[in-house]
């Protein structure tokens, strides 16, 4: 009896130990595969990070080349238009003068030199649509702005078009059409400027 007693106890501890092996191997495994998948998450997460990291840098990058690209194309278009809007610049002051009736001492003087300065502004806005023609707009832009920037310089084209109509009777010339046409042009490049985070400057004033 107590020999059959101690093969049942012998037999169990067997038992028990077996089964606790088993469950220690699941555990081991069970804790592997949780290692090897944080792992995997882990490397994951680095690679979405760089990526992330790489694709802010590429646009940083291409705002600021924007921003450049603008900022000389704006100086290179007032340098082209710069001196002939001044005539009509000019012209449109005179005018304003002799129809504010204050400082002008000899009215019908200021009306003749309105009639042949409007001439010589009218020549000038034909070169300044002649100079617009031929003006490159930067290929470095993207298609997009591109397209924006050569709509805005053919409304800058017909801002002196209408300008130099109004001037074949300067003595009650009519600039609003002139002045729609200038308004749409300083929109569309606004539009630009906001898109890479550049203040927009008055082109009314650098025009002159």
Known sequence: MKKLLLTLGISSILVVAGCGGEENGDSTDTEENQESQQQEETTQENESSNENTENSDNAESDQQSAQSVLMDTQ???ADTVRSHNAKIVGVQSDIAKLEGGEDVENPEELKSSIKEKAKEAQTAAEE?????????????LSQEQQDTMKSAIEDLKAYFTEAKSALDNPLEADFSKAEEKFNTFSKKMKGLYEEVDLVTPDF???FQ
């Open 75 to 77: 100086l290179k278009m």
């Open 128 to 140: 300044a649509i002649s100079s617009l023609d031929s003006f490159e707009v930067p290929s470095d």
């Open 204 to 206: 009314y004033k650098e």
